[in-house]
């Protein structure tokens, strides 16, 4: 097998075109997930019932089915509701509620984690419960869950690309299309793969590097318990 | 178009035929990934070779940095070019399994790491060692200390064996889309996979306590 | 019939199976200073974390300058609740654990319960702090994070925190029993100005040498009730129960037979 080369240059441009789109819509994906996980994680905890069914509903209904079903059904039902979005609308709500239902438990987790006595203070000088979680608790909750919401973000990445099935012309789609110009699958894949494989490394390495500095600032000894308990139930992928 | 269930019930013979070959897919993939990522594990553990040990790294974290859908992709279209023709059921099967195995073998370093070392020595003293030691000793040790996450790992298989259906593995998604291919109800026979796909994974995940309990092993 | 500063009528409390509160009654007068005593377990952080609400007794109520505080009759409405909190602005607690606020620095773990619960403006929240850290001894600790306080510290800043709210009764939690040695001093000046300056205050302690000196009343519990209360000097140089003798006994108190 001959490698050729001038796969790699000619048809970079049309790839890194579709990585574009790829980190759009999961920026798209992440600023509609994290606030949609943050009021599910609120939700579940909540003492309403009503809300908290719905809400344990949803996150249960989102982690245990594969995101290529969930991608086909909001492609064909949403034209039901009237809805008649282009596929990377489509995409981006998809991969969002999908995210949201990881994130959700993330926070929860990072809520859980915040010791009891900070609730307890912030309730015993007369907080009320959204002002005790807007003023004390979700702010220590931030430094605990920014790690393991990194983590779920470069899945988000790599769930993206089967958006390719429903013919967003993000990063795996366009890889596709360069295959069936080209007949080069390895070339062609091996690029789309480095091209994950490297904005996956260079987000973490970030994160690594910022998270050492926020540990710096204010660390202490319960920060590390809640780092301990997030790793348990933390998606590993 | 108003939502029709006479459609799911006529799918729903077809639709559990191709239940069964996820599930048949998915214990594939998954007992072919325990068994690598355990070899894998316990070279890491035995040989002492850095370029063992980088190579590994290495394919973890390639592993873990790509999409599994590329992955799959690569094995199904790089693979020929090779010489090497296996046919969609098989190149899915490795795909999963190569997929798999890299995240196995971080949980079974995690259940490796949570054996005491003093197992390894009081095996060592009594004389026990090689392939004993790890068969007798550690690795039971090792997977019962990996029992959740494994399990959450399996659900995460059997999510991915949806993924086969892009490759054309005749399995549930692949089912329904043939069906609602040839029914134009798209919604009822989706509807109906969901339901199917998220009853196989939430059972699954449940189950995870009470295989915990039942193989629980009092620490001495 | 005078009216009295704060009423505990017929408080009681179960945990699963174990009675923390068995039918308290305590009437506390203003300016009063009332050291709870007792075992571990005898119910005296229960009872001291039913005044402010913060774990709802099953059966009693509790009373501040005669408005109901709560009642376990009721189910909280949200107008309740709105009261209830603002009860809690008039009731300072300190916890064992200090719970400062370790994302805010001591100045701003001073300030912000003024602004969102108080509702006072940002200049006048301030103000007030830097002149509350300065009688606590904080003055050069304002721009510190709470991690890098001694344990002492973190406790002032904590009494300090409550202090800002403008309570008209202090309810402390062991205040002292985290604390080195060594640090157990600083705190319990802070607590003895409070005294000075007429505070009401419920503390629940091991420090019996403090609470001989400056306690108007002691209360000893054990097994969820009142088991006896009275001035320092009778009832720890005379205890009258055996149960509270063989307390003393035990903590080898026999320098305060004095």
Known sequence: ???????????????????????????????????????????????????????????????????????????????????????????????????????????????????????????????????????????????????????????LIKESAILSTITVHELTMTGLMVQGETFRPFEVFIMVALLYWALNETIATIMRRFEKNINKNRNTGSTKNSSAILKQNENIR | MKFDISYIIDALPRLFEGALITLQVAILGFCLSLILATTITIARTSLNSKIFNTIIAFYISFIRGTPLLVQIFLIYYVLPVFGLNLGPFSAGIIAITLNSAAFVTEILRGGLASVPNGQFEAAKSLGISGVALWRKIILPQTFIASIPPLVNEFTMVLKATALLSVITVVELMRVSQQIYSANYHPVEVLSATFVIYFLMCFVVSRSSAILENKLKVKRA | MTLN???????????????????????????????????????????????????????????????????????????????????????????????????????????????????????????????????????????????????????????????????????????????????????????????????????????????????????????????????????????????????????NITSFKQ
């Open chain 3, 5 to 251: 500063f704060l009423e505990l009528k017929g408080l009681h409390k179960k945990f699963g199976e174990i009675t923390a509160l068995n039918n308290v009654s305590l009437n506390v007068s203003k300016g009063e200073v009332i050291f709870i005593i007792g075992p571990s377990g005898c119910g005296k952080s229960t009872l001291l974390r039913a005044v402010n609400w913060l774990t709802p007794p099953d059966k009693g109520e509790v009373c501040l300058e005669g408005d109901i505080v709560g009642s376990s009759s009721s189910k909280l409405t949200i107008k309740e609740s709105k009261l209830l909190n603002s009860f809690r602005a008039r009731m300072g607690m300190v916890f064992q654990q200090f719970n400062v606020w370790p994302h805010l620095n001591a100045l701003e773990n001073v300030v912000r319960a003024q602004i969102v619960v108080a509702k006072r403006n940002k200049a006048e929240a301030e103000a007030k702090a830097l002149k509350i850290l300065d009688e606590v001894g904080l003055s050069d600790k304002i721009n510190e994070w709470p991690d890098n306080l001694s344990g002492g510290q973190k406790q002032r800043l904590a009494i300090a925190r409550s202090l800002a709210m403008d309570p008209i009764l202090m309810l402390l939690d062991e205040p002292t029993s985290a604390l080195d040695p060594e640090l157990v001093g600083e705190v319990l000046s802070v607590l003895r100005r409070l005294v000075n300056n007429g505070m009401t205050m419920l503390i629940v302690t091991h420090e019996l040498g403090f609470a001989s000196k400056f306690g108007d009343r002691i209360v000893f519990m054990d097994g969820g009730e009142i088991i006896e209360e009275g001035i320092p000097k009778k009832i720890l140089k005379t205890p009258k129960t055996q149960r509270l003798k063989m307390f003393l006994e035990k903590l």
């Open chain 1, 1 to 155: 097998m001959n490698l050729e080369y001038t796969i790699f240059i000619d048809y970079a441009p049309t790839l890194l075109l579709g990585f574009w789109l790829t980190l759009k819509i999961v920026v798209c994906a992440i600023a509609l997930g994290i606030p949609l996980g943050l009021f599910l994680a609120l939700g579940k905890r909540s003492p309403f019932v009503f809300l908290s069914f719905l809400s344990t509903s949803f996150i249960e209904i989102f982690r245990n089915t594969p995101f290529i079903i969930q991608v086909f059904l909001f492609y064909y039902v949403l034209p039901f509701y009237g809805l008649r979005l282009s596929a990377e609308y489509v995409g981006i709500l998809a991969l969002a509620a999908f995210g949201s239902a990881y994130f959700a438990e993330i926070i929860r987790a990072g809520i859980d984690a915040v010791p009891k006595g900070q609730l307890e203070s912030a309730r015993a000088i007369g907080m009320t419960d959204w002002q005790s979680m807007k003023n004390i608790i979700l702010p220590q909750t931030l430094s605990i869950v920014l790690p393991p919401l990194t983590n779920q973000t470069l899945t």
